[in-house]
C-alpha cells in the first residue's frame, strides 16, 4: 500500500524566512497531494493540494511542487510569520488507497519565532 | 455550511465505561472517516466509510471499538469497555460528492476522550 514519510519532524525558523517541508511516497499511481495545517488544540485544515497534472501550485505566501518521477512533493511557506507556528501535515490519496482514503505523513511542527 | 460537526467536544469517563462519540458530516459528502491523534501515534486512520458502508475497519485497534453509519448524515465510535490507553482526541472527518474521487478531507473540531 501507499507509504508516506514526512521531514523534518520539527522546524524553527525566524521571522520572515522561508521553510520547506518535504515528503516522498510510494505508490506511482497516487494523484492528489494535499497538506494540512493543524494549530495547538485545533483540527487539521487544508490549506493548499495539487494533483498529479500540475508541478506546482501557489497560494499567497504557501506553494506546493510535485515531482511525479522522484515520487516527492514539497510545501513551500515564504516570508514566515509567528502564526504560521503549527503541524503541518502531507498526505497522498489515489486510485489505490480507496475510496478517498488519504495516507497522512507523520508531520512537521514548524515554529516561528518573531 | 457548518461544517463536519462532533460531540461531545470533551468527555471524561472511568475505565469500564462505554464512551459514545457522534459525528455528522458535511451535507453531500459520502464519504466519513474516523481518526484517532495521539502524541507517540499521529493520526491514525480506525475507519471509514463510503456511501455509509464501512470500507477498511483494520484500523480499528480491538473489538472494543465499533462505529456504525446508519444514514448518509451521522456516525457514531463507540469504545466499549473504555481503557486509560484509549485517551486521545478523536477527529471525524467527511469528504466528496457522489462521483468524486479525491476530494479534500474536512474535519471536525475532535472529541478529547480522557479515560481515568
Known amino acids: 500500500g501507499e507509504n508516506v514519510e514526512q521531514h523534518p519532524s520539527t522546524l524553527s525558523v525566524q521571522e520572515g524566512d522561508s521553510a520547506v517541508i518535504k515528503c516522498t511516497y510510494s505508490?506511482?499511481?497516487?494523484?492528489?497531494f494535499p497538506w494540512y495545517k493543524q494549530e495547538l488544540g485545533k483540527r487539521p485544515q487544508l490549506i493548499i493540494d495539487i494533483r498529479s497534472n500540475v508541478g506546482e501550485k501557489k497560494d499567497q505566501r504557501i506553494a506546493v511542487t510535485l515531482n511525479k518521477t522522484a515520487k516527492h512533493f514539497s510545501l513551500h511557506i515564504t516570508e514566515t510569520q509567528p502564526e504560521d507556528s503549527a503541524v503541518y501535515f502531507c498526505?497522498?490519496?489515489?486510485?489505490?488507497?480507496?475510496?478517498?482514503?488519504?495516507?497522512f505523513g507523520t508531520g512537521t511542527r514548524l515554529l516561528v519565532s518573531p | 455550511d457548518a461544517g463536519v460537526i462532533q460531540s461531545p467536544r470533551h468527555e471524561v469517563t472511568e475505565m469500564g465505561q462505554e464512551v459514545t462519540l457522534r459525528c455528522k458530516p458535511i451535507?453531500?459528502?459520502?464519504?466519513l472517516f474516523w481518526y484517532r491523534q495521539t502524541m507517540m501515534r499521529g493520526l491514525e486512520l480506525l475507519i471509514y466509510?463510503?456511501?455509509?458502508?464501512?470500507?477498511?475497519d483494520s484500523g480499528m485497534p480491538e473489538d472494543r471499538f465499533s462505529a456504525k453509519m446508519p444514514n448518509a448524515s451521522f456516525s457514531t465510535l463507540k469504545i466499549q469497555p473504555s481503557e486509560p490507553r484509549d485517551s486521545a482526541v478523536y477527529f471525524c472527518?467527511?469528504?466528496?460528492?457522489?462521483?468524486?474521487?479525491?476530494?479534500?478531507?474536512?474535519f471536525g473540531n475532535g472529541t478529547r476522550l480522557t479515560v481515568t
Open positions: 472527518a467527511s469528504s466528496g460528492l457522489m462521483g468524486s474521487y479525491n476530494s479534500p478531507l474536512h
Open positions: 451535507s453531500g459528502h459520502n464519504s
Open positions: 466509510f463510503n456511501n455509509n458502508v464501512p470500507i477498511d
Open positions: 505508490d506511482s499511481a497516487s494523484n492528489y
Open positions: 498526505a497522498a490519496g489515489g486510485p489505490n488507497t480507496g475510496f478517498q482514503k488519504l495516507v
